[in-house]
């Protein structure tokens, strides 16, 4: 690992860590202008549509130019979109546009690794990258909760000297966009890092046609299509984890929205503990032979039904956590490895976006209708938890024996 590999690192950290403060205050923000409950999940809705419309565009941006002038750029888009709360734009357009932004980080971040790291150093370099991820995430849901629920700590903010008259939405707002501002000056030392293919300019159907090719090509790929599955059913059922766990520690344990953030902040430290050890002790060779850790993290999401305290949430999520930092890193690291193999590595993650954001969207929407439809609380965990392991079982027997 060297200094540029680090400079990725802290860049991403502190992206991600502004992403997870404004989606805490886009949710405060739908309860504050008085929005039905099903509308916090659109939040992240719109954000993934992003990168599913434009999958076949954003890895083959991602390949046109250095990649970390690609972060660089893009995180001055996410910038834009939140500095539109400013303007009183809705909550669900500002994040919306952030969501553009990130659908063309992803695989410059994600492409970059597999470019300028031998394949020996993928599940550790990935250890790196969700560990510091899942740390953002923490942060960001606490420093998001502060600035939406907290007047104190808003109270303490505007008595620092500021160019502008400040509100406590503006201030909030300037907070997030100095962090996304940190993750620019991080990217500045690896803004010519990354490759970039002589043939990346190339005609609208040409793009349309050759994502296709690439998409079919990780399809039909043993390691690539499990790997794909899985982490699709990872992050499809996270994000609904992650809106679902605001409400049910609001609802079931009675936390205000700072504390409900903080309590989701546990959940995700323990996936930063599961993507550390399996950084350090999951071989690439040996990827597959984690998946069975899949179906005890839906068993443990279906105990929480029996939880009503926070001492007892507080150990079970983090539990739940560091088995799901476990599951996903080394399937992160097989498709990674197999996409740069077949593809261009921004073709590659792109692709690898398109298709988790599928079920993302189509998890988060069945999750809008289940609360349309005022299902419960607790069915809806309990279902969520039997998708998890009945899927992860069915994937386990169909998994290739080995990683080439």
Same mark, same amino acid.
């Given at each position: 690992m060297n200094a540029a590999f680090f400079a990725i690192v802290g860049a991403q950290f502190f992206s991600s860590l502004a992403d997870s403060a404004l989606f805490i205050l886009c949710v405060s923000l739908v309860a504050?202008?008085?929005?039905?409950?099903w509308m916090t999940p659109m939040l992240k809705m719109?954000?993934?549509?992003?990168?599913?419309?434009?999958?076949?565009?954003?890895?083959?941006?991602?390949?046109?130019?250095?990649?970390?002038?690609?972060?660089?750029?893009t995180n001055t888009v996410k910038m834009l979109g939140c500095s539109l709360i400013l303007a009183k734009a809705n909550p669900?357009?500002?994040?919306?546009?952030?969501?553009?932004?990130?659908?063309?980080?992803s695989p410059a971040k994600y492409g970059i690794l597999a470019e300028v790291l031998p394949p020996r150093r993928l599940v550790a370099a990935n250890g790196w990258i969700e560990g510091t991820t899942v740390l953002a995430m923490i942060l960001g849901t606490v420093l998001g909760g502060v600035l939406s629920a907290n007047p104190q700590a808003i109270a303490w903010l505007l008595h620092l000297t500021v160019p502008w008259r400040a509100t406590p939405i503006g201030m909030a707002v300037a907070v997030i966009v100095m962090t996304y501002f940190l993750a620019t000056l991080l990217n500045l030392p690896v803004m010519h890092a990354g490759a970039r293919p002589d043939d990346a300019r190339r005609p609208l159907p040409a793009l349309l046609a050759d994502f296709y090719r690439?998409?079919?090509?990780?399809?039909?790929?043993?390691?690539?299509?499990?790997?794909?599955?899985v982490t699709s059913l990872f992050w499809g059922s996270g994000m609904v984890l992650q809106v679902l766990l605001l409400t049910w520690a609001q609802n079931v !344990? &009675?936390?205000?929205?700072?504390? /409900?953030? $903080?309590?989701?902040? %546990?959940?995700? !430290? &323990?996936?930063?503990?599961?993507? /550390?050890? $399996?950084?350090?002790? %999951?071989p690439l060779v040996r990827s597959l032979s984690v998946m069975p850790l899949g179906a005890v993290m839906g068993g443990g999401l279906?105990?929480?039904?029996?939880?009503?305290?926070?001492?007892?949430?507080?150990?079970?999520?983090?539990a739940i956590g560091i088995l799901a930092g476990l599951f996903v890193v080394p399937m992160?690291?097989?498709?990674?490895?197999?996409?740069?193999?077949?593809?261009?590595?921004?073709?590659?993650?792109a692709v690898q976006n398109f298709n988790e954001n599928l079920a993302i969207l189509a998890m988060t929407s069945t999750y809008a209708l289940a609360l349309q439809a005022q299902l419960r609380l607790d069915t809806v965990l309990v279902l969520l938890g039997l998708?998890?392991?009945?899927?992860?079982?069915?994937?386990?027997g169909m998994a290739a024996p080995r990683i080439d």
């Open positions: 504050t202008l008085s929005f039905p409950q719109g954000f993934v549509l992003s990168y599913i419309v434009l999958a076949p565009f954003a890895g083959a941006f991602a390949d046109r130019f250095p990649k970390g002038r690609v972060m660089l750029l669900l357009l500002a994040y919306g546009i952030v969501g553009l932004g990130a659908s063309a980080y690439c998409n079919r090509t990780l399809w039909q790929d043993p390691e690539g299509r499990i790997s794909l599955r !344990l &009675g936390l205000t929205l700072d504390r /409900a953030a $903080a309590l989701q902040g %546990v959940f995700a !430290l &323990g996936v930063a503990v599961g993507a /550390a050890v $399996a950084g350090k002790a %999951v279906c105990a929480m039904v029996w939880v009503h305290s926070v001492a007892v949430a507080l150990p079970l999520l983090l992160n690291a097989i498709l990674q490895h197999r996409g740069h193999r077949l593809m261009p590595a921004g073709q590659s993650i998708l998890i392991v009945l899927v992860t079982l069915v994937l386990r």
